[in-house]
């Protein structure tokens, strides 16, 4: 089983209605972000969470909103999904502590489409 | 802050040519560096990372990177290439306050040809 699930790995919708994607861990790490990818874009840091108290916004929030449920949960919501939120949305977690590189490990992805 | 800059959006290679990928990155702090590698349809994983010490950092598939920090550079290499090396690789930074979130590049597609 992998370590950092996604769910729906695909999902099409229209304008308009609430989507969430959600994010589940098994490694025990505190740290978790959203990314969405775009091509040409890279990742962009929609929000992260340094632990279950600790939510912040990264560099595209604007549209987005999460839920830290548990230290393995983490999810991200779409209020009024919108067709320039179409893109390819990841989640991963990191650990924390002195020392801790802070590298990064990916679920699969969550492709939305907003019609 | 810390910005990444990919310099080749796409490189393609013939199969057993050797290969580099450019990486600069610029930041006001020491950083860690990584390079993860994203096969179709699938999510990104650690290809390398430096940290400290000797600046030439090996990693999985024979890839290799060299940390030069006069050139601010963490360019990615490997001496002979495979058709399954086809895929995007990111080059990415972090802060190593502990405090930090990665920035990444936007990615270079290799397409390894046969």
Same mark, same amino acid.
């Given at each position: 089983d992998a370590d950092v699930t996604q769910t729906p790995r695909n999902r099409i919708t229209k304008t308009g209605k609430r989507i969430m994607l959600e994010c589940s861990q098994t490694? !025990?790490?505190?740290r978790m972000y959203w990314y969405r990818q775009d091509p040409g874009l890279g990742l962009r840091l929609i929000y992260y969470s340094f632990d279950v108290k600790d939510i912040n916004k990264g560099e595209i929030s604007d549209g987005y909103s999460v839920s830290r /449920? #548990? /230290?393995a949960k983490f999810s991200l919501s779409l209020e009024s999904a919108i067709p320039n939120q179409t893109a390819l949305y990841f989640c991963a977690t990191s650990e924390a502590g002195t !020392?801790? #590189? !802070?590298e990064l490990f990916f679920g699969e992805g969550s492709r939305l489409t907003v019609l | 802050a810390q910005s990444v800059t990919q310099l080749d959006s796409q490189v393609p290679v013939f199969e057993e040519a050797p290969v580099e990928l450019r990486c600069n990155y610029s930041s006001s702090v020491s950083v860690y560096l990584f390079w993860y590698v994203q096969y179709p349809n699938q999510g990104l994983q650690l290809l390398l990372k430096y940290l400290? !010490?000797?600046?030439l950092v090996k990693g999985i598939n024979g890839f290799e990177a060299e940390f030069n920090k006069s050139q601010t550079s963490f360019h990615l290499r490997k001496p002979s290439v495979h058709i399954s090396d086809t895929a995007e690789y990111f080059c990415a930074v972090i802060a190593n306050t502990n405090a930090g979130k990665s920035t990444f590049g936007d990615g270079t597609t290799l397409t390894v040809k046969p």
């Amino acid at each position: 089983d992998a370590d950092v699930t996604q769910t729906p790995r695909n999902r099409i919708t229209k304008t308009g209605k609430r989507i969430m994607l959600e994010c589940s861990q098994t490694k !025990g790490h505190d740290r978790m972000y959203w990314y969405r990818q775009d091509p040409g874009l890279g990742l962009r840091l929609i929000y992260y969470s340094f632990d279950v108290k600790d939510i912040n916004k990264g560099e595209i929030s604007d549209g987005y909103s999460v839920s830290r /449920q #548990a /230290q393995a949960k983490f999810s991200l919501s779409l209020e009024s999904a919108i067709p320039n939120q179409t893109a390819l949305y990841f989640c991963a977690t990191s650990e924390a502590g002195t !020392g801790v #590189a !802070g590298e990064l490990f990916f679920g699969e992805g969550s492709r939305l489409t907003v019609l | 802050a810390q910005s990444v800059t990919q310099l080749d959006s796409q490189v393609p290679v013939f199969e057993e040519a050797p290969v580099e990928l450019r990486c600069n990155y610029s930041s006001s702090v020491s950083v860690y560096l990584f390079w993860y590698v994203q096969y179709p349809n699938q999510g990104l994983q650690l290809l390398l990372k430096y940290l400290s !010490g000797s600046t030439l950092v090996k990693g999985i598939n024979g890839f290799e990177a060299e940390f030069n920090k006069s050139q601010t550079s963490f360019h990615l290499r490997k001496p002979s290439v495979h058709i399954s090396d086809t895929a995007e690789y990111f080059c990415a930074v972090i802060a190593n306050t502990n405090a930090g979130k990665s920035t990444f590049g936007d990615g270079t597609t290799l397409t390894v040809k046969p």
